[in-house]
């Protein structure tokens, strides 16, 4: 981390469309941190080729990683994608609302930008169960893959 000056970190969050990326602006002194997005990784793998397109090496980042980024003041901004919002919150992909709250614990503006439209709010049980194809959790056991969440107002920093 003796790379990236004091925030000079942008993180990204779910499956962010490429239109809403296409938006962003980063400064020559910014980085893009993308969440891998398990527990399909679509989100880091499709992320990630956008940035590449625009000319910009991102740095893909396990899902638990950003607490430390934020514990180390690093962090910037935050981008979250969000397939809905209204005036009481944001419901967007799972994962967004913890780091909407370590935003607003750190000082961090939120920005939502337009996710990938999802056709359903749950997973396969079996993907959290497996990783790359190789299952990781003992046969019999039994999963939960919510893929969005609420994110109240009151971490929207609006």
Not at 47 to 71: C, E, H, Q, R, W
Not at 121 to 143: C, N, W, Y
Request: positive net charge; proline residues 5%; charged residues 20%.
């Amino acid at each position: 981390m003796q790379d990236y000056k004091a925030r000079s970190i942008c993180l990204f969050q779910g499956l962010l469309s490429a239109d809403s990326l296409s938006k962003v602006k980063l400064l020559k002194s910014e980085h893009a941190f993308v969440c891998e997005g398990r527990p399909s990784l679509e989100a880091g793998r499709t992320t990630t080729a956008i940035f590449l397109k625009k000319g910009i090496t991102p740095i893909v980042i396990s899902d638990n990683m950003p607490g430390f980024l934020f514990y180390k003041g690093l962090v910037k901004r935050v981008f979250l994608a969000c397939q809905y919002e209204d005036q009481g919150g944001a419901l967007c992909d799972t994962g967004a609302l913890i780091l909407a709250v370590l935003a607003q614990k750190h000082k961090v503006p939120v920005t939502l930008l337009q996710a990938v439209r999802r056709h359903r709010f749950l997973g396969d049980p079996h993907m959290v169960a497996s990783f790359e194809g190789k299952r990781m959790a003992p046969k019999g056991t039994r999963g939960y893959v919510p893929l969005v969440e609420w994110v109240p107002v009151r971490y929207l920093g609006k």
